[in-house]
C-alpha cells in the first residue's frame, strides 16, 4: 500500500468552478504536507504548504485533518491556466533525523472554457 | 544563474553503458534527492542525501550510484543501463532552514536507453 495516495483523475471541470482534492497518508508520524503542481514534462513546482491551521493563497486553500490523516486543496473559480497535475507531499523525518518526502501519484486536473 | 540545474537535459544511450546525471545547486542546501518518473508511478525516491558524504537509498535504488563530495553536486550513475531505466529524471534540493519551504526540483533529464 502505498504511503500517500490521491484520486488520480481526471478531473474535467469547466472554468470557474470549484474543485477539491484530497490526499491521504499513511504514516501518522508525518510532519509537514505540501501541494505541488507539475505541468506535462516539467518539473514539480511548489504550489503551498500545508499549515496545521489551514491556509489560503488567493483561490487556494489548503486543510490538514491530522485525525483522520489526509490533506485537501481547494481550488475556487477555476482558470484554464489551472489545468495540470497536482501531487501531494507528505514530510517524515525518519530515525536518523532525515527528512524523507514521499509524493503521491498526482491527481490530473482539466479546466475546459 | 541561481537555482538547482540538471545535465544532460535529454540523453540516449546503449544498454550496459554507464551514464552520469549531473545535478548542481547554488544555495548550499543541505538536502538533495533524486528521483525517477514513470507514468503509473509518480515519482520514486532513488536516493537522497542529507550533507556532503552522506548518502542514502530511498525507494528503488538498484542499479544506480550516488556521491555527494561536495554540497553543490550530486551525480546520479547507472552502472550499466537497462532500459527499464528508460525515464525522467528529477533532482532536488531542500534548504537547511528545514521542510516548511519544500522542495525545489531542477528540470530533469530525460533519459531513453535503447
Known amino acids: 500500500r502505498k504511503e500517500v495516495e490521491q484520486d488520480p483523475g481526471p478531473f474535467n471541470v469547466p472554468e470557474g468552478a470549484t474543485v477539491a482534492f484530497n490526499c491521504t497518508y499513511s504514516?501518522?508520524?508525518?510532519?509537514?504536507f505540501f501541494w505541488y503542481r507539475q505541468d506535462c514534462r516539467k518539473e514539480p513546482k511548489l504550489l503551498m504548504s500545508v499549515y496545521s491551521s489551514g491556509n489560503e493563497d488567493g483561490r487556494f486553500t489548503a486543510q490538514l485533518n491530522r485525525a483522520s490523516q489526509y490533506i485537501s486543496l481547494l481550488i475556487r473559480d477555476s482558470k484554464l491556466s489551472d489545468s495540470a497535475t497536482y501531487l501531494c507531499?507528505?514530510?517524515?523525518?525518519?530515525?536518523?533525523?532525515?527528512?524523507?518526502?514521499?509524493f503521491g501519484r498526482g491527481t490530473s486536473l482539466i479546466v475546459h472554457p | 544563474d541561481a537555482g538547482i540545474t540538471q545535465s544532460p537535459r535529454y540523453k540516449i544511450t546503449e544498454t550496459g553503458r554507464q551514464v552520469t546525471l549531473m545535478c548542481h545547486q547554488t544555495w548550499s542546501h543541505s538536502y538533495m534527492f533524486w528521483y525517477r518518473q514513470d507514468l503509473g508511478h509518480g515519482l520514486r525516491l532513488i536516493y537522497y542525501s542529507a550533507a556532503a558524504d552522506i548518502t542514502d537509498k530511498g525507494e528503488v535504488p538498484d542499479g544506480y550510484v550516488v556521491s555527494r563530495s561536495k554540497t553543490e553536486n550530486f551525480p546520479l550513475t547507472l552502472e550499466s543501463a537497462t532500459r527499464s531505466q528508460t525515464s525522467v529524471y528529477f533532482c532536488a534540493s531542500l534548504g537547511a532552514g528545514g521542510s516548511n519551504y519544500g522542495y525545489t526540483f531542477g528540470s530533469g533529464t530525460r533519459l531513453t536507453v535503447v
Open positions: 504514516n501518522s508520524a508525518s510532519q509537514s
Open positions: 507531499v507528505v514530510n517524515m523525518i525518519e530515525s536518523g533525523g532525515s527528512y524523507i518526502p514521499t
